[in-house]
C-alpha cells in the first residue's frame, strides 16, 4: 500500500491549518479593568480594549458585569459607566471570573474560545483542543 504523501508533508499541513493562536507561545495575560471612581459612579476607560483581547463581544461582558455588580450602567464617550462605587480590585475580581466561566477552555485552560450558540444552549468551543463546554446564558 503506497501513500501520496509522508509523514511529514501531512504534519506540515496539520500545523498550517491550526489557528495561529494555539501555535504562539506567547503566555496568555489577564486583562485588568482601568477606570476611577467619579462622585457615585464608577467609570471604566478600557472596556473596549479587554473585550478585543479576550476576543468576546463587549456587550456580553458587559451584561455580566451588570449582573455580577447588581447595578445598572451605559456607555459615554468609549467608556463604560457603572451606577455605584466599585473598587478596581472588585471589578478585576469578576472580570477573573468571567475570564473563567466564558474564555478559558475547561480542559486545557486555554484562551482560545469561541462562543456558538445552537438550538438556544450556548457553548464555549476550544479552537486549541477542541473540547466544548456549555455556559449560561446571560439575561
Do not use: W
Request: glycine content about 6%.
Amino acid at each position: 500500500m503506497a501513500f501520496k504523501h509522508t509523514y511529514k508533508q501531512m504534519l506540515d499541513k496539520a500545523y498550517k491549518e491550526l489557528p495561529e493562536i494555539t501555535i504562539s507561545k506567547k503566555r496568555f495575560e489577564i486583562p485588568s479593568f482601568h477606570g476611577r471612581i467619579q462622585g457615585k459612579k464608577t467609570i471604566i476607560k478600557n472596556i473596549s480594549q479587554i473585550a478585543k483581547t479576550l476576543r468576546r463581544k463587549k456587550e456580553h461582558i458587559i451584561k455580566f458585569m451588570l449582573k455580577e455588580l447588581a447595578t445598572t450602567g451605559f456607555e459615554e464617550n468609549n467608556n463604560y459607566v457603572f451606577i455605584g462605587k466599585f473598587s478596581g480590585e472588585m471589578l478585576n475580581k469578576k472580570l477573573e471570573k468571567y475570564i473563567k466561566e466564558f474564555v478559558l477552555c475547561e480542559q486545557c485552560k486555554k484562551p482560545d474560545t469561541f462562543l456558538k450558540k445552537e438550538q438556544g444552549i450556548t457553548f464555549k468551543q476550544c479552537e486549541a483542543c477542541g473540547a466544548r463546554s456549555s455556559v449560561r446564558t446571560i439575561k
